[in-house]
């Protein structure tokens, strides 16, 4: 069960009593958080989302506590889940179902299920059939940055989430209030920002299993607890130094949707090497810019999303260069040393799109490996032991 | 082979087919520009009204397949760097590319003037057409057809299709052949489509016969093959479709089952209605898998991917683009997971089926991720239990020929002994 944290938001907090409230809402399945700000807000519904990209936005406004759906990870006995999904399908949707047959997700009252893949678009329908109840919308967002026809989609398919949701809630909100949204989920890309920042800059100091705890618990909580805990853990940070290691600097891609057991982030960082950058939650930073608080909120969501420069395995890439060029950006931008594939097993968008992504990086002279994990993969020396050769070979390689 | 394979619609498919890619092979030469595209959501007629040839990539998989060439395809993907998890038409595709890209004609393919990426109802479309630009380096356009989410096409979701059509895709085709967009040429191939559409439903609906004259299947996966492809909208459409519906009715009268790879079938035994792609690789051992035991599929969901004529769509000369947009969003794969149940539901019931059975194949997420729910659900309508089974389409590690004929006698001898507790 999560535990409150005493001290209030605004006061300091030690680091570790930062990471262990994070924790303990990672660990909680019964989404205990969720439950409570329910209890709270008695006006209020919880609303859930898949992995990539969701608007936010619009569930905040329209009365929801917008809550990340990213199953049960290693945490979970699959008991239902198994017999929705072929055993080549990867492990997200049975978790997912496992979670909500076993009762867990009985405190949502709508679903948005965006277009990540094929898997998640037809998870859409299968709840629709188990959960008749329940608002569930499939999020196809558009695919190609066109300020004309595509924008016009996705302002319709936003304003159609603002009717929907609103019925659900009986809350259709003013303008001002979508803008009070937006301004918030800026603020928390901006805090997002951030902490990623501070972990590039001092990855000793930012150790990826807390930042990544960090970042769950914000799935779960309201925005403005997200902002202030991580206000609180940056400053605990500052007052914290470590000392650096002798670490290569890596980045980890193809973890977008069914993350990563925390062990295995832990092993990639215990054997040697910093992630500097990395793809886990994507969905919480998808867009890379602020999102204007004037003129028409609708549009103005609408505009980001088009102007967007996220590059992902989830949408089409216009630029026929895009895919060469990617890894290299992202290692220079990250000032890394190497790329770390790590990719779900049976994960289209992220296997497809690994041989381009792969070849492009090879070709900068980039250092790569890569493997695949399930959610609930328990076993992580094997992990370990490739991680460690590579941190090794980067720094024999960065040496010559 | 029997004389009834020599039917005319067979030899005139055959010999559309080969003067297709004989053109495909001459297409450099005679300055015919050349389009990739897909199956679902295939713009053919509008290719077509551009004079471009299109080629489909999952035909020449599928082809692949059946020449049992695709094994070596995939191994030569996977040595590239591609997993061994993901859908094998794009392996066996880039596979075949590298190895000389010679197509089912036996002679080399052209490479594309345009990638025309109809993003309908399969996420790994959009994938496949970025890997293929990787290889042929030409201009690529996306015409992005939202998924029917909710069970049918919104009205919004329709005008943003038809803008893409008008700003992305014509413009492009433009580009890539050097021509100006003729509405009207556009127009003479849609009634040309909508001829060969209605001739394809008669073929189709046969099925409800007792006994079904045709395979709706197996067999089907043949007859609709051209208008899947790249004969819709053309005269040898036309005549090809025709030619079928007098065989089909013809055998029909007669009170004749469907021709298998053994001959005529008589005696139906079972009547099923099969759900999912079938497997290429051992295509006609799979389909004698059930000729053996006088199992006669009535009707399909996977000879729907390239549209769901059946359910009373046209294309329809009048609203020429609208049309377009139409079409592309009411393809199989485009339909949520409800609507795909209602479908096979509603095929048990018109087509008086006794069983049904999935075939679920790793490569495709699209048809496979959901089918269990779908069992369960259909089961739970219809109250016939249906039979699961699993293979690939493409990749022939994953065909085993003796779990799938165990796993279909046992289906067989439960649909008898619930037939014998019925009828006592
Ligand atoms: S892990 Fe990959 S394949 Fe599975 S649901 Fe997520 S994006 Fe889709
Ligand atoms: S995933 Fe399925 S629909 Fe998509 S290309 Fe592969 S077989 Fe075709």
């Known amino acids: ?400 | 082979m029997s004389v009834a394979l020599k039917d005319r619609s067979m030899v005139l498919q055959k010999e559309m087919i080969a003067d297709h890619f004989e053109k495909l092979a001459h297409a450099t030469e005679t300055k015919t520009p050349v389009v990739y595209t897909f199956v679902p959501g295939n713009l053919t007629e509008l290719i077509r009204s551009f004079g471009a040839l299109p080629v489909l990539p999952e035909i020449n998989a599928l082809q692949s397949g059946m020449r049992k060439l695709s094994g070596e395809y995939i191994a030569e993907a996977e040595r590239a760097g591609h997993s061994e998890d993901v859908c094998t038409y794009v392996k066996c595709d880039i596979g075949m590319m590298r190895s000389g890209n010679i197509g089912p004609g036996g002679k080399k393919l052209p490479k594309p003037d345009l990638l025309l990426l109809s993003y309908t109802g399969c996420y790994t479309f959009m994938k496949w057409f970025e890997l293929l630009r990787e290889e042929y380096d030409c201009p690529t356009v996306m015409f992005h057809v939202p998924y029917q989410g909710d069970g049918k096409l919104e009205p919004e979701h329709r005008e943003y299709m038809l803008r893409q059509l008008r700003e992305q895709v014509i413009p492009a085709l433009e580009k890539a052949t050097g021509r100006k967009y003729d509405e009207e040429k556009l127009r003479h191939h849609l009634a040309l489509s909508a001829m060969a559409e209605e001739d394809l439903v008669a073929v189709l609906q046969a099925g409800k016969k007792r006994p079904s004259p045709i395979d709706g299947y197996f067999g089907t996966v043949y007859y609709v093959g051209p208008i899947f492809s790249a004969f819709r909208g053309t005269q040898e459409g036309v005549d090809y479709y025709r030619a079928l519906r007098e065989e089909v009715e013809e055998r029909a009268m007669l009170g004749l089952g469907p021709i298998t790879p053994d001959g005529p079938l008589e005696g139906e035994k079972y009547r099923l209605v099969v759900e999912g792609p079938p497997n290429w690789t051992h295509f006609r051992d799979f389909w004698k898998m059930f000729a053996d035991e006088k199992a006669v599929v009535v009707a399909s969901t996977y000879t729907k991917v390239g549209g769901t004529y059946d359910f009373g769509f046209r294309h329809d000369p009048n609203d020429p683009l609208g049309t377009l947009a139409d079409y592309c969003s009411g393809c199989y794969t485009n339909l949520n997971l409800p609507s795909r149940i209602d479908m096979i539901c509603q095929y048990i019931k018109e087509y008086e089926a006794d069983g049904f059975l999935i075939n679920s194949v790793k490569s495709c997420n699209s048809f496979s991720a959901g089918q269990l729910m779908i069992l369960r659900e259909v089961e739970k309508r219809t109250g016939i239990p249906g039979a699961f089974i699993e293979s690939d389409l493409v990749d022939p590690r994953y065909f085993s020929a003796a779990n799938i004929k165990n796993r279909l006698e046992s289906y067989f001898q439960m649909i008898d002994a619930r037939r014998a507790g019925k009828t006592p």
């Open chain 1, 1 to 400: 069960m999560a535990t409150r944290v005493d001290g209030g938001m605004g006061t300091p907090m030690a680091r570790g009593a930062v990471v262990e409230w994070a924790r303990d809402i990672y660990d909680d399945l019964d989404f205990t958080v969720v439950r409570q700000w329910l209890e709270d807000h008695p006006k209020g519904k919880a609303g859930g989302y898949l992995p990539v990209y969701a608007p936010r936005e619009v569930l905040h406004a329209t009365g929801f506590l917008p809550v990340g759906i990213h199953g049960g990870g290693d945490r979970l006995e699959i008991i239902r889940g198994d017999a929705f999904y072929q055993s080549y399908i990867c492990h997200l949707p049975r978790s997912v179902i496992e979670l909500a047959q076993s009762g867990r997700l009985d405190m949502l009252s709508a679903v948005l299920f965006p277009s990540t893949c094929d898997v998640i678009r037809n998870l859409s329908g299968i709840w629709k059939l188990l959960y008749p109840d329940v608002y569930v919308r499939y999020v196809d967002v558009p695919q190609i940055p066109d300020p004309g026809a595509a924008a016009e989609f996705w302002a319709g398919e936003l304003r159609r989430l603002l009717d929907d949701l609103g019925d659900v809630t009986g809350h259709r909100p003013t303008d001002e209030e979508l803008r009070r949204s937006i301004a918030l989920y800026n603020e928390t890309r901006e805090m997002i920002r951030t902490l990623y920042a501070a972990r590039r800059e001092r990855p000793w100091d930012v150790p990826t299993e807390e930042l990544y705890l960090l970042l769950r618990a914000g799935e779960s909580v309201a925005p403005e607890e997200f902002i202030a805990r991580a206000k609180q853990y940056l400053a605990a940070v500052a007052a914290d130094p470590k000392r650096q290691r002798d670490n290569s600097r890596v980045v980890i891609v193809g973890a977008f949707c069914e993350q990563p057991p925390l062990g295995l982030i832990k092993s990639i960082e215990r054997a040697g090497c910093y992630i500097v950058d990395d793809d886990f939650l994507v969905g919480n930073r998808f867009l890379t810019h602020d999102v204007p608080t004037d003129g028409d909120p609708v549009r103005a969501l609408a505009d980001a999303f088009i102007r967007n420069d996220m590059k992902s395995s989830v949408l089409y890439e216009i630029d026929p260069g895009g895919k060469r060029s990617l890894m290299k950006n992202r290692v220079a931008a990250a000032n890394a040393d190497g790329i770390i594939f790590a990719t779900p097993s049976f994960c289209d968008p992220a296997l497809l799109d690994q041989p381009m992504l792969r070849n492009g990086a090879e070709k900068a002279g980039i250092p790569c490996i890569a493997f695949k994990y399930a959610e609930n993969t328990g076993q992580f020396q094997q992990f370990r032991e490739q991680a460690g050769t590579f941190a090794d070979s980067i720094k024999l390689w960065g040496a010559a």
